[in-house]
Each structure stands twice: as structure tokens, then as C-alpha cells.
T-cell receptor
């Protein structure tokens, strides 16, 4: 079946502009995660969705970052007034993991990653 | 706060050699420990997932172990091949899937 897809694959923008990054998870996966991978910081967690709600958004670096998920499927990560330090690869992952506290088979913990969006802020 | 460290940062070996990648974590209350592979310019591929109640997992030439008491995990690759060349990442997971990653080990297997 289809894996996790992300668009665009590359985005070059000017400092101060807003950008939107899209993630299409695997159909039926209720859990969705955004991560950021940069040279200096490695791979960092940004936000976690279970369905359309975000129980953990602790990794969002500033209030310029926001994310939403609609219909329990597609998610959009928005960065407002982009800065050069926002340049990174933004990765999305999904899993069939149930909500926190609900037991599920270990296989549901496996996260499937998309190819990422490489964001360059000039 | 969970912190994950991987050693070595880079490793170069001849084809056919057995090798071990190391991962250590500070919070022993991890829910699971996962190993991923990342090829240049691509996303991550899950290799092995070890639940906190398990000691090891095996898949083909790969074997991962977990010792929660010492905060360590190892990934053993048997009979390495040039196609194994990639960056290997370990990550500690919470009960709802939030992953904390190490910096990765860049593996090069030369013919």
C-alpha cells in the first residue's frame, strides 16, 4: 500500500515569508508525528496528533510554528515569518498506535516515515 | 528529559565483518527502543523495535538488545554488506510514540 507522503519535497523561501508543509499519513493510521532534522540539532520531535487533537505539542520551537490535522488524516505544519534557523528537513511519521493508556500490539508502535520536506530559508 | 547518545559517530568496515553499534539513554522508563536506518536524502526506515519488557529482537542479519537497567541498547549487524551503508539511528519511545533520537552512527561498508 501507499506509504507516508509529504509535499513539497523541497521548498525555498525568503526570510519573513510563511510556509505550509503537508503530510499524508498511511490510511487508517490514527497517530501522526512531526519531526525536524537539522545539522546542528539532529532529529527533534515537534508535535504529536492522535486523531485531530494534539496532546503533545511540546516540541514546537516557537509560536511561529503551528500544525493542524483534519479528518484524522492530512496534517499541515505552518511556519510563519520564517527565519534562517528554520532551515531543516521536516519529517512526518504515522502509526496505528492507539491513544495513550490503551493497550495495543507492539506492531502498532512502529512509525512509518515520509521522505521529508527540505526547507531552505534564504 | 530523555537523552540518547550513539557511539561511534562513524564507522568504516570491510565487507563481511560483524559489527556493533551502541546506544545509551538516560531515562530507563522508556516504553520502547527503536532502531532506524536512514539513506542519504531519504526518510527513516524502521529496522527493529524492542518493547521495554523485552531483551532483544532479531530480523535477518540484525539483532538488537535492550538493557534498561544500564540504559543501553546495541545493534548487531552480522556479515556486513556494502548495501548496509547508511546512517543508523536509535530512539527511545514514550507510551504514545514520541521518539527521542540519538545523533546517529554513519556506517560505511566497503567492498
Amino acid at each position: 500500500g501507499a506509504g507516508v507522503s509529504q509535499s513539497p519535497s523541497n521548498k525555498v523561501t525568503e526570510k519573513g515569508k510563511d510556509v505550509e508543509l503537508r503530510c499524508d499519513p498511511i490510511s487508517g493510521h490514527t497517530a501522526l508525528y512531526w519531526y525536524r532534522q537539522s545539522l546542528g540539532q539532529g532529529l527533534e520531535f515537534l508535535i504529536y496528533f492522535q486523531g485531530n487533537s494534539a496532546p503533545d505539542k511540546s516540541g514546537l520551537p516557537s509560536d511561529r510554528f503551528s500544525a493542524e490535522r483534519t479528518g484524522g488524516s492530512v496534517s499541515t505544519l505552518t511556519i510563519q515569518r520564517t527565519q534562517q534557523e528554520d532551515s531543516a528537513v521536516y519529517l512526518c511519521a504515522s502509526s496505528s498506535r492507539a491513544a495513550r493508556g490503551l493497550a495495543g500490539p507492539p506492531s502498532t508502535d512502529t512509525q512509518y516515515f515520509g521522505p521529508g520536506t527540505r526547507l531552505t530559508v534564504l | 528529559k530523555q537523552e540518547v547518545t550513539q557511539i561511534p559517530a562513524a564507522l568504516s568496515v570491510p565487507e563481511g565483518e560483524n559489527l556493533v553499534l551502541n546506544c545509551s539513554f538516560t531515562d530507563s522508563a522508556i516504553y520502547n527502543l527503536q532502531w532506524f536506518r536512514q539513506d542519504p536524502g531519504k526518510g527513516l526506515t524502521s529496522l527493529l523495535l524492542i518493547q521495554s519488557s523485552q531483551r532483544e529482537q532479531t530480523s535477518g542479519r540484525l539483532n538488537a538488545s535492550l538493557d534498561k537497567s544500564s540504559g543501553r541498547s546495541t545493534l548487531y549487524i552480522a556479515a556486513s554488506q556494502p548495501g548496509d551503508s547508511a546512517t543508523y539511528l536509535c530512539a527511545g519511545g514514550t507510551s504514545y510514540g514520541k521518539l527521542t533520537f540519538g545523533q546517529g552512527t554513519i556506517l560505511t561498508v566497503h567492498p
